[in-house]
C-alpha cells in the first residue's frame, strides 16, 4: 500500500512571553493508505497538535508534511483550506455543529463549501449519509435536542460529506459513555473497512482494541509505533 501521511522531521514549538516551549519533538511518521491508525498518550502529550498539523490547521515549525502527495507545509491559507475539505473529514471532540443549521444542513456544508458535490445532489447525498450513521429519523432536527452520541453520529456523518479519504478524528469518544463510546468505535472500524484511512487521536486505551496500529506519543516524542492486530503487515 502507498503511504498517504508522511511527516518528515516536523516539530512544533510555541513562543511564551521569553521562552520556547517544544510541543513536538522533531519526529517522521508515516501512515498507509487505508490503515487505521490510533494516537494515544496522556493529556498534554502533543497527540492533537500532531493531528492538527496532519490536517493544516496548524502548521509545524519545522519538517514536511506531505499528505495525500501534497506538501502542505507551505500551502496558503486559501488553498490550504480548499485542500482540506477534498482530503481530509474532521471529526472533533466537542462535536462542533452549527447549532442554528438542522442536522441536514449541517452536513450539507462542506458540500457547499468545496462544490465537490453537484448542488442539486447534495441534500439526497447527506440523507444517505445520516442512514449511515443511523439518524435519518433526525435529519430536520436542531443539534441541541440531540444526544451525545447521536452528535458525535451527526458529526462523523458531515467528515464524510466530500467523501475525503482520510479521516481525523481528535478524542471523538472523550464525552461519551462507555457503550456509546464502543458505538462510536464500531462505526469508524467499519468506514475502515471501506477503505477510508482513519485516524484517532486519544487518551482512552480502548482504541487499541479497534486500531491496526498504535503510535503512542509522550511529552512530544514518538515512543514507539507498533502493530495491535496479529497478522497485518503494519511496521
Same mark, same amino acid.
Given at each position: 500500500?502507498?503511504?498517504?501521511?508522511?511527516?518528515?522531521?516536523? *516539530?512544533?514549538?510555541?513562543?511564551?512571553? @521569553?521562552?520556547? =516551549? !517544544?510541543? &513536538? $519533538?522533531?519526529?517522521? /511518521?508515516?501512515?498507509?493508505? +487505508?490503515?487505521?491508525?490510533?494516537?494515544?498518550?496522556?493529556?498534554?502529550?502533543?497527540?492533537?497538535?500532531?493531528?492538527?498539523?496532519?490536517?493544516?490547521?496548524?502548521?509545524?515549525? *519545522?519538517?514536511?508534511?506531505?499528505?495525500? @502527495?501534497?506538501? =502542505? !507545509?507551505? &500551502? $496558503?491559507?486559501?488553498? /490550504?483550506?480548499?485542500?482540506? +475539505?477534498?482530503?481530509?473529514?474532521?471529526?472533533?471532540?466537542?462535536?462542533?455543529?452549527?447549532?442554528?443549521?438542522?442536522?441536514?444542513?449541517?452536513?450539507?456544508?462542506?458540500?457547499?463549501?468545496?462544490?465537490?458535490?453537484?448542488?442539486?445532489?447534495?441534500?439526497?447525498?447527506?440523507?444517505?449519509?445520516?442512514?449511515?450513521?443511523?439518524?435519518?429519523?433526525?435529519?430536520?432536527?436542531?443539534?441541541?435536542?440531540?444526544?451525545?452520541?447521536?452528535?458525535?453520529?451527526?458529526?462523523?456523518?458531515?467528515?464524510?460529506?466530500?467523501?475525503?479519504?482520510?479521516?481525523?478524528?481528535?478524542?471523538?469518544?472523550?464525552?461519551?459513555?462507555?457503550?456509546?463510546?464502543?458505538?462510536?468505535?464500531?462505526?469508524?472500524?467499519?468506514?475502515?473497512?471501506?477503505?477510508?484511512?482513519?485516524?484517532?487521536?486519544?487518551?482512552?486505551?480502548?482504541?487499541?482494541?479497534?486500531?491496526?496500529?498504535?503510535?503512542?506519543?509522550?511529552?512530544?516524542?514518538?515512543?514507539?509505533?507498533?502493530?495491535?492486530?496479529?497478522?497485518?503487515?503494519?511496521?
Amino acid at each position: 500500500m502507498n503511504n498517504i501521511i508522511n511527516l518528515q522531521g516536523i *516539530s512544533k514549538t510555541y513562543k511564551s512571553e @521569553s521562552r520556547l =516551549i !517544544s510541543v &513536538l $519533538k522533531p519526529m517522521d /511518521l508515516t501512515i498507509q493508505s +487505508g490503515e487505521f491508525v490510533s494516537i494515544f498518550g496522556k493529556s498534554g502529550s502533543g497527540k492533537s497538535t500532531l493531528l492538527n498539523i496532519m490536517s493544516g490547521i496548524d502548521s509545524c515549525s *519545522s519538517g514536511r508534511v506531505i499528505v495525500n @502527495s501534497t506538501d =502542505i !507545509s507551505h &500551502l $496558503k491559507a486559501g488553498a /490550504l483550506d480548499a485542500w482540506r +475539505g477534498r482530503n481530509i473529514g474532521l471529526v472533533f471532540q466537542f462535536f462542533q455543529l452549527i447549532p442554528t443549521l438542522t442536522v441536514l444542513e449541517n452536513i450539507m456544508l462542506p458540500m457547499d463549501f468545496c462544490k465537490t458535490i453537484a448542488a442539486k445532489q447534495r441534500r439526497t447525498r447527506a440523507r444517505a449519509l445520516l442512514g449511515k450513521v443511523g439518524l435519518v429519523d433526525k435529519e430536520n432536527k436542531f443539534p441541541a435536542i440531540l444526544s451525545g452520541g447521536e452528535k458525535q453520529r451527526v458529526a462523523i456523518a458531515r467528515s464524510l460529506a466530500n467523501d475525503a479519504p482520510i479521516i481525523l478524528a481528535d478524542e471523538p469518544t472523550g464525552n461519551l459513555d462507555s457503550k456509546t463510546a464502543m458505538r462510536i468505535f464500531a462505526l469508524f472500524e467499519e468506514l475502515n473497512r471501506q477503505g477510508k484511512t482513519v485516524i484517532i487521536v486519544s487518551h482512552d486505551p480502548c482504541t487499541r482494541d479497534y486500531a491496526q496500529r498504535t503510535v503512542t506519543i509522550t511529552d512530544g516524542e514518538i515512543v514507539s509505533a507498533l502493530p495491535v492486530r496479529e497478522g497485518n503487515s503494519y511496521v
